[in-house]
């Protein structure tokens, strides 16, 4: 068992691949063929803490994960970043834990915003040409580029609390990203205006998007609501979209976004439409006025996927000579 | 983050210190002061393989544990080891991960161990002399050990599946402890004539001692059954049992010797003693003619007791000049 650190560890990323992978985990996911256990939770009250762990393995995998998570919120204050943990690898074959990939929560984040690319190209109308980011954080960052990157979008508006946060994050990915346009909003509701794909990437606990502010042929991805309590888009939005995508129907269900449709009856749990069966059978016809929405809370797949990736290339690259 | 070996951790056990943190983390999870995750199981039947996950936090404690345990249980014929996996310490305080024990199962065989020795001590009666052990595995190694040499007892007699197994056990231990009084029983039956105490330390299926063969006053501590469907002593015995002590009463209900007590209808659930209820109060008072029975189905407060003291003791000892 070896310790791997994130500056190693990123030297093995490639997004292209583990796009495909995070992929195919879903797709397993959907169809019965991936373990994933449920997510076990540890509060440190005193400490303003929390510790989340994850485990999967996907069928026939020769390896499955287990990712611990740390979220001390008070920490910033004391020089210390807030989240921390690790992923582990261990043989799916033998039992042997083969590596720690201590990634400070990179690999957490790549993950993440890979799952909104995937749930971007899978909902957004062919004719969708600009990317809305709420949120000014490392992970509206994240999605824009990628998105950007990996599917061709040559526009980007984004919007935050923050606007100075803001300001800075459209000059990083203008310089980032030099062929897209990226420009700021002056608040959630111009946003929406200009979007044909918004993404949501906060850690709201209340709506940033009414649902009379969103226009037809918008897709939503909301990313941020990752557990219970937290809210992102007005709920009554269901109510206008012709299909949701969830990562997970049961997470989806008890928390995220589809969680507060759900208890206002505004969206049935039958109604909700796996993303890996849709990745697996395609996603049914939209029309260019359809409201469409993907729910991500974040599932364990996506964490043995791109850990998987990451210790297939350290393996094959300490094999050679 | 570091990665201890399992050479360096046994430097840094002390088994007496830890006996006492293990008792004060039954304690503290019978007050409900501690926090123990739900187990995560994960299954991989292509390899005769399993995967848990404990973790523990004991209230006020600077640290807690996460342990993953696999058996893969063809392993031995491909030379590796059945078990494997590790316990992870991290801070409670500010959620980083300070290191990981890859011990190699040699923590979880001592705290069990321990808890053996704890039980003992709690449920036998003062006029106890023999300690019985019902197996010849490295759990009835430890117990007989540990057991005589921190309770004093001076008298040990083994019966096992393998007799040549429990010869050879007989002859280390009578080395290890040369004031010790090891012996080797022809079956179980003549073992219950002579022992006080019963450790019974097997991953049997089915009973391995009947409840007409245990004599009045005997005390036995179940160490086997630590998952659905193992069972090393009769149900009836229950019924014979002025008190059954369980380290966890939700663990021992579901599965455990008590398990197949409360399905028989031999014992009801509130007639249960948690051990760290007897520990905090002291045990109700027991006659000499009295049978008791503790329950030990292995509770991660024992993984949290043994590794806390393992880093603390590594971090005291990095200090020093």
């Known amino acids: 068992m070896q310790i791997i650190g994130k500056a190693e560890i990123l030297k093995h990323v490639d997004v292209r691949a583990v796009l495909g992978d995070i992929?195919?985990?879903?797709?397993?996911?959907?169809?019965?063929?991936?373990?994933?256990?449920?997510?076990?939770?540890?509060?440190?009250?005193?400490?303003?803490?929390?510790?989340?762990?994850?485990?999967?393995?996907?069928?026939?995998?020769?390896?499955?994960?287990?990712?611990?998570?740390?979220?001390?919120?008070?920490?910033?204050?004391?020089?210390?970043?807030?989240?921390?943990?690790?992923?582990?690898?261990?043989?799916?074959?033998?039992?042997?834990?083969?590596?720690?990939?201590?990634?400070?929560?990179?690999?957490?984040?790549?993950?993440?915003?890979?799952?909104?690319?995937?749930?971007?190209?899978?909902?957004?109308?062919?004719?969708?040409?600009?990317?809305?980011?709420?949120?000014?954080?490392?992970?509206?960052?994240?999605?824009?580029?990628?998105?950007?990157?990996?599917?061709?979008?040559?526009?980007?508006?984004?919007?935050?609390?923050?606007?100075?946060?803001?300001?800075?994050?459209?000059?990083?990915?203008?310089?980032?990203?030099?062929?897209?346009?990226?420009?700021?909003?002056?608040?959630?509701?111009?946003?929406?205006?200009?979007?044909?794909?918004?993404?949501?990437?906060?850690?709201?606990?209340?709506?940033?998007?009414?649902?009379?502010?969103?226009r037809p042929g918008t897709h939503i991805v909301a990313v941020g609501a990752d557990s219970p309590g937290k809210q992102e888009i007005d709920a009554q939005l269901f109510a206008k979209a012709s299909q949701v995508f969830v990562d997970s129907p049961s997470q989806c269900v008890e928390h995220g976004e589809t969680a507060n449709a759900i208890k206002a009856g505004l969206v049935a749990e039958a109604d909700l439409t796996p993303l890996g069966e849709a990745l697996a059978n395609g996603a049914a016809p939209r029309s260019d006025e359809d409201i469409t929405i993907a729910d991500l809370t974040g599932v364990a797949v996506q964490d043995a996927a791109i850990a998987k990736s990451v210790w297939n290339s350290v393996e094959r690259n300490s094999a050679r000579p």
């Open 23 to 214: 992929e195919n985990g879903f797709k397993a996911f959907a169809a019965g063929k991936a373990q994933v256990a449920p997510v076990t939770h540890l509060g440190f009250d005193a400490a303003n803490g929390e510790c989340h762990i994850k485990c999967a393995h996907v069928a026939d995998d020769s390896v499955f994960t287990v990712k611990l998570a740390t979220g001390f919120y008070d920490n910033p204050a004391k020089g210390l970043p807030s989240s921390n943990g690790f992923m582990a690898v261990i043989s799916a074959v033998n039992g042997t834990p083969l590596a720690i990939l201590q990634d400070e929560g990179v690999l957490t984040d790549l993950r993440t915003a890979l799952a909104g690319v995937i749930a971007t190209r899978l909902g957004a109308r062919s004719s969708a040409k600009t990317i809305g980011i709420i949120g000014n954080g490392i992970q509206g960052h994240l999605q824009a580029k990628l998105i950007c990157e990996l599917l061709g979008y040559k526009s980007v508006v984004i919007w935050g609390r923050n606007a100075e946060k803001v300001a800075a994050l459209v000059k990083t990915l203008g310089s980032e990203l030099p062929a897209v346009e990226v420009a700021q909003a002056p608040t959630a509701e111009a946003l929406c205006e200009q979007a044909d794909v918004i993404v949501t990437t906060t850690p709201s606990r209340e709506p940033l998007i009414q649902a009379d502010w969103v």
